[in-house]
């Protein structure tokens, strides 16, 4: 058997990827999906943390945007990762994955509290580990969250899996049919660029950790096996591009 690249990886997945085609809540059959693939890779030994979002349900800046106290929109934005994160948990243990919920923001009854040596503990252990309430704190993104549990873990890479979206382009792929996709970047890149792959919270933490980003898509069953395995596919962002 091949031996895979990563031992500890973090997995970003956007709260849009769970809503499926639908656009809005979660869609068992992606969840399903997801679950199936993380079964595939805890089989290969790899300790996998997962970060969700909660776009598919609440979206913190749209909140701030029509008046809503960006701090209460944010808050609630967090509470809407644990849904997802829980949909996740059921649907991983569904297929006897061990598994572990840690929240920043406390609540006990449905999940642990994040603490860093206790997540790395859980992962030593082979349980996949699902990290929600964002940082627990209002104004950073899942993305800054993917970032900072990454670097407290000492995860090898971030596996940013995409909804719809296969790597980084110079334009979005979908209005502009000349789009180049771009197959390594540099961090100054998309900083400059502007590309959009995280904010630049997220990106500035990952430069200066030096934690490599992986793009990739989402919706390709087996995708999430063949990142870790070190397969030629999306795009990486690391901190010095090759020649």
């Not at 719809?164 to 502009?176: F, I, L, M, T, W």
């Not at 000349?178 to 904010?199: C, R």
């Not at 063949?226 to 010095?240: H, P, Y």
Request: glycine share 10%.
């Amino acid at each position: 058997m091949a031996t895979p690249k990563y031992k500890r990886v973090i997995l970003k997945l956007s709260g849009e990827a769970l809503a499926g085609q639908q656009g809005f809540g979660i869609d068992p059959n992606v969840i399903h999906n997801i679950a199936q693939q993380l079964a595939e890779v805890v089989e290969l030994k790899v300790e996998v943390a997962v970060v969700v979002g909660g776009g598919n349900i609440w979206r913190g800046i749209s909140g701030s945007s029509k008046g809503m106290d960006r701090a209460t929109a944010d808050y609630m934005g967090m509470l809407a990762t644990v849904l997802n994160a829980l949909a996740l948990q059921d649907a991983l243990e569904h297929l006897r994955v061990d598994t572990r919920v840690q929240t920043s923001v406390e609540m006990r009854q449905v999940a642990e509290p994040y603490i860093r040596r206790r997540a790395i503990r859980h992962l030593e252990k082979g349980r996949v580990v699902i990290l929600a309430g964002g940082t627990g704190n209002p104004y950073f993104s899942t993305d800054t969250t993917a970032a900072l549990r990454a670097a407290e873990i000492e995860a090898e890479v971030i596996l940013m899996a995409k909804n719809g979206v296969d790597g980084v382009y110079n334009a979005d792929p979908q209005e502009d049919p000349d789009a180049v996709k771009y197959d390594e970047l540099g961090f100054f890149d998309v900083l400059s660029q502007g590309l959009g792959i995280m904010d630049s919270t997220a990106t500035s933490l990952c430069m200066d950790n030096d934690i490599p980003i992986l793009v990739f898509a989402l919706n390709e069953i087996g995708n999430i096996r063949r990142a870790v395995m070190g397969e030629s596919l999306g795009t990486i962002v690391r901190r010095k591009t090759r020649a």
